[in-house]
Nanobody, 124 residues
Framework: QVQLVESGGGLVQAGGSLRLSCVAS????????MGWFRQAPEKEREFVAA????????YYADAVKGRFTISRNNIKNTVVLQMDSLKPEDTAVYLC?????????????????WGQGTQVTVSS
């Protein structure tokens, strides 16, 4: 099992940037595919981005492609989501998740450990 703690959320104006970080406990961080999901009020949780064990494989939802960048550091057990050109529709709680390889990277069922989430609010 791995425990995940997110940080870096906040309030930003449209067009601005935020950098979310997720720190994982445990020695086998590199064994997991890492993902970011988000959930806005009264909406379903949705996939944002995911990254493979060595960082060479990255995946993005169409809504964030070209604006968000996911990266990881297996020495520091961290995964980062750099969010640029933010829009009001990006407002949500962002959650970090650790998952199992071999399953769809954009499916919540792939991920077995979740953080508590960090709030991102983008004003217009």
């Amino acid at each position: 099992q791995v425990q995940l703690v997110e940080s870096g959320g906040g309030l930003v104006q449209a067009g601005g940037s935020l950098r979310l970080s997720c720190v994982a406990s445990g020695r086998t961080f590199y064994n997991y595919i890492m993902g970011w999901f988000r959930q806005a009020p009264e909406k379903e949780r949705e996939f944002v981005a995911a990254i493979g064990w060595n960082g060479d494989s990255t995946y993005y939802a169409d809504a964030v492609k070209g604006r968000f960048t996911i990266s990881r550091n297996n020495i520091k057990n961290t995964v980062v989501l750099q969010m640029d050109s933010l829009k009001p529709e990006d407002t949500a709680v962002y959650l970090c998740a650790a998952g199992t390889y071999g399953r769809p990277y954009d499916s919540q069922r792939t991920y077995h450990n979740w953080g508590q989430g960090t709030q991102v609010t983008v004003s217009s």
